[in-house]
């Protein structure tokens, strides 16, 4: 069993930057393939990046490519986004998620692979 917590959500100008983190409570955290996701009111959820469990690969949405990072650090169980560039169709409720089972070299998740979510965490982009 995972829990996550997200957290580093706000209010940003349209250029700026935004740090969010998501803390996992789990003995299996290294073992879980992660990755973000948002939803904008509206739309559907859709995938933004992913992480391997060791970090090795990662895989973005072509819409954040080359502004957005994932990473991980499996001694604190936390995994990160940094946002920069941000931009007001970024605005979304941003979700972390884990999956045991997902492929190491596997391209964009869909949310179906992953198994935990955190609750969301609000972003807002004004222009």
């Known amino acids: 069993q995972v829990q996550l917590v997200e957290s580093g959500g706000g209010l940003v100008q349209a250029g700026g930057s935004l740090r969010l983190s998501c803390a996992a409570s789990?003995?299996?955290?290294?073992?879980?393939?992660l990755g973000w996701f948002r939803q904008a009111p509206g739309k559907e959820r859709e995938f933004v990046a992913s992480?391997?469990?060791?970090?090795?690969?990662?895989s973005y949405a072509d819409s954040v490519k080359g502004r957005f990072t994932i990473f991980r650090d499996n001694v604190q169980n936390t995994m990160y986004l940094q946002m920069n560039s941000l931009k007001p169709e970024d605005t979304a409720v941003y979700y972390c998620?884990?999956?045991?089972?997902?492929?190491?070299?596997?391209?964009?998740?869909?949310?179906?692979?992953?198994?935990?979510w955190g609750q969301g965490t609000q972003v807002t982009v004004s222009s």
């Open positions: 998620a884990a999956g045991l089972g997902i492929p190491t070299m596997r391209s964009r998740p869909w949310a179906i692979e992953y198994d935990y």
């Open positions: 789990g003995r299996t955290f290294n073992a879980h393939g």
């Open positions: 992480i391997s469990a060791t970090g090795g690969y990662t």
